[in-house]
């Protein structure tokens, strides 16, 4: 099964790439979930996303998130596993998990 993990924190002292890239925590998980993971990448914060709605043929663009709310997410990850319960494995895995959360999505196939 296919899933993406949408990776969220608040954004209010995100660590820098720098410090990802240090951080023992985060690399074992890379080193951990590299079998599984089919792509992933870290997200600009929010304040840099641009919002597209379409309301009556009208296209409604705004600057922000499209949410307002404490949490956002800051990366996506796919992976592939067996099922939920290995997901869930990985996900838990993840330094987020214990600062923000991880929220797991099945993939339509």
Not at 29 to 47: C, T, Y
Not at 61 to 87: H, Q, R, Y
């Amino acid at each position: 099964m296919k899933y993406v993990l949408l990776i969220c924190d608040n954004e209010v002292d995100p660590p820098t790439m720098e410090e990802l890239g240090a951080d023992p925590v985060h690399q074992a998980w890379e080193d951990k979930v590299r079998g599984s993971e089919l792509w992933g990448e870290r997200l600009r914060p929010s304040a840099n996303a641009t919002t597209v709605r379409v309301r009556d043929g009208e296209v409604l663009v705004s600057d922000g998130p499209f949410a307002e709310t404490k949490d956002l997410v800051g990366g996506v990850v796919a992976i592939e596993c067996e099922n939920l319960d290995d997901a869930i494995e990985i996900a838990a895995g993840h330094p987020y998990a214990r600062r923000g959360s991880v929220e797991i999505r099945p993939v339509w196939e």
